[in-house]
């Protein structure tokens, strides 16, 4: 644990030294055995006192697990750090930290500094090999990632005289991440594809080949694999395997999070309206997946959250969106849907938001081709519709 040590002596201190040394050089004149006595003792203190404030703090250390508390909206939780101390005992010392504002103390005093950045000050105390830990009681204010920037641990020397200061060098791996909350969004109801699937319909010209729903006679045509043996031995005639029929129903939700060279000012709203997208697929049993254009290394050169159903696939996409801040590095629109186009990942139905240029609308006219229902989420004074995508005509000049 690497910790900047800073030393600060009261000034008084070595003016203090000074008349010592002239009071016991006249009391060793005038043979003063008293005086000299205390002289040497009040040098003892002072060296005394030096080498605690060089000694202590000394064998501090923070515990490095990688611990993510993961909070939505309003919702309070406790922010844990856990410290051990190898060294002299400390007392009455006092822990700042320093942090965004994406959560806020509840039960502490802090300060709002510059950037947004929330300065809390925690008493501490902890005897020489001893484990303790110190707990912070935040509530999430708004979306993000909220790591320490600063710590900073202050030890006050024993009787008031100077104080030592270390500023953490290294990172605490222990963060928060709030998720976003959701918007509501109006959107337009939906046709049934022209897809195979796995989804129930009454009316579809595909079955699902794992939901077998009964049998019927054989007939000239039906296919080998179809042909259900158990009831053809009970029966004594051929019967075939009938299915329920079936179509596809997957969303796959793309955010353009960037407006020409920066990031687009409706990204807050965006993100809300595509978190409450992603709760209503999972409320209805709906797969869904999460493209957005910010670099990656990797394979996909974007963020790219695969198709899948249920609560927890859902937390995974709220953490994609809850990491996006205004520093990503974006890569064009339009490259990041020829990538889906070509490799054909484009499902039933395919939400796009953010803003479209003529690339982008070339691009969905081709992939409209292979009879997905493309939708567009628009912001409309700060409430969400999904509608079909229309090209839109540019009128000649």
Known sequence: MNWKREVVEDPYISISLVLLVIVG????????????????????????????????????????????????????????????????????????????????????????????????????????????????????????????????????????????????????????????????????????????????????????????????????????????????????????????????NEWMIAINISDRFAITSKLEGIIKHAAYLMQLAVEQNISFSLVLNVRTPGHTPYYYLPPGTGRKHRQRGLELLATLSTDEFTMPFHIVLQHLYLRRLVPSVFIVAGSLGSREEDLLQSIGKGHPHIFKLSLEEEQGVVTLWNRSLKIPS
């Open 25 to 248: 050089a006249a009391s060793f004149y005038v043979q003063s055995y008293v005086g000299l006595g205390i002289f040497l003792l009040i040098i003892l203190y002072f060296r005394v006192h030096q080498w605690y404030l060089l000694k202590v703090g000394e064998g501090v250390m923070i515990e490095r697990s990688q611990r993510r508390l993961k909070l939505h909206c309003d919702e309070e939780d406790n922010w844990v750090f856990k410290l051990e101390n190898k060294g002299l005992p400390i007392w009455g010392a006092t822990l700042k930290m320093t942090f965004k504002d994406i959560v806020e103390p509840t039960k502490h005093p802090y300060s709002l500094g510059i950037a947004n950045e929330i300065e809390v000050c925690i008493p501490f105390s902890i005897r020489k090999n001893e484990e303790g830990q110190i707990s912070l009681p935040v509530k999430g204010k708004r979306r993000g990632l909220c790591r320490i920037t600063n710590m900073q641990l202050e030890i006050p020397h024993l009787f008031g005289s100077g104080k030592v200061l270390l500023n953490l060098l290294d990172s605490v791996p222990t963060t928060i991440m709030v998720f976003p909350s959701s918007s509501p969004v109006k959107m337009e109801e939906q046709q049934l594809t022209l897809r195979q699937g796995d989804v129930s319909t009454p009316h579809s010209l595909f079955h699902d080949v794992f939901h077998p729903v009964g049998t019927r006679g054989y007939v000239q045509g039906d296919r080998f694999q179809d042909v259900h043996w158990k009831a053809s031995a009970r029966t004594g005639e051929l019967q075939t395997k009938i299915f329920a029929p079936a179509t596809q």
